[in-house]
């Protein structure tokens, strides 16, 4: 069965940095890009990140290009979020999601994460 | 622009009903269009990848069409426990993954 578990959420002020963590298991880890999507509250889906296989390149929404850096570990089955310069509009609730194997189609949710950005 | 315009915003029916949830595209999409449901509380799940396939453990009940720039998930008789926010997803040229804004259906 797969298995995400996000972990790291929580309360920063704006301009400050929170790094995010997801632990895959119950799939062959190395075989699926993997995703961060997030909610604001009472709002839609918005992707924010994905890392391809090797970790070796990750891309990113505008809205926060420059600002988070997507990795993984294929070592620990994990990916991470680094997140800096954060924004009172970055408050939402972040998920991990693994790619189907066609690509580009969410398979798999982590229970996701609450960042709340406010001073 | 890639935008997917979802209607209606809510859907309000009885338990047995049929419900039909519309997902418009700005440009032709190709068939990387995907619907999930999300309950209050709770992560969004894969309901149907690929237009019209039904990902693992769906029931039979929910189905996917389309082509071209509209697509239709189709619930064929509503129970309770589908009362949940619907999005569709599309592949995109910018950002890999866009996201309609969501259609509410809600149980009488």
């Known amino acids: 069965e797969v298995q995400l578990l996000d972990s790291g959420g929580g309360l920063v002020q704006p301009g400050g940095s929170l790094r995010l963590s997801c632990a895959a298991s119950?799939?062959?880890?190395?075989?699926?890009?993997m995703n961060w999507i997030r909610q604001a509250p009472g709002k839609g889906l918005e992707w924010v990140a994905n890392?391809?296989?090797?970790?070796?390149?990750?891309y990113y929404a505008d809205s926060v290009q420059g600002r988070f850096i997507i990795s993984r570990d294929n070592a620990k089955n994990s990916i991470s979020l680094q997140m800096n310069s954060l924004k009172v509009e970055d408050t939402a609730v972040y998920y991990c999601a693994k790619d189907h194997i066609r690509g580009w189609t969410l398979d798999s949710w982590g229970q996701g994460t609450l960042v709340t950005v406010s001073s | 622009e890639n935008v997917l315009t979802q209607s209606p915003a809510t859907l309000s029916l009885s338990p047995g009903e049929r419900a039909t949830l519309s997902c418009r595209a700005t440009?032709?999409?190709?068939?990387?269009l995907a619907w999930y449901q999300q309950k209050p509380g709770q992560a969004p799940r894969l309901l149907i990848y690929?237009?019209?396939n039904r990902a693992t453990g769906i029931p039979a009940r929910f189905s996917g069409s389309g082509s071209g720039t509209d697509f239709t998930l189709t619930i064929s008789s509503l129970e309770p426990e589908d009362s949940a926010v619907y999005y569709c997803q599309r592949r995109g040229g910018g950002p890999p993954v866009i996201f309609g804004g969501g259609t509410k259906v809600e149980i009488k």
């Open positions: 119950g799939f062959p880890f190395t075989t699926y890009w």
């Open positions: 690929g237009v019209s």
């Open positions: 890392v391809n296989l090797d970790g070796s390149e990750g």
């Open positions: 440009v032709i999409v190709d068939n990387y």
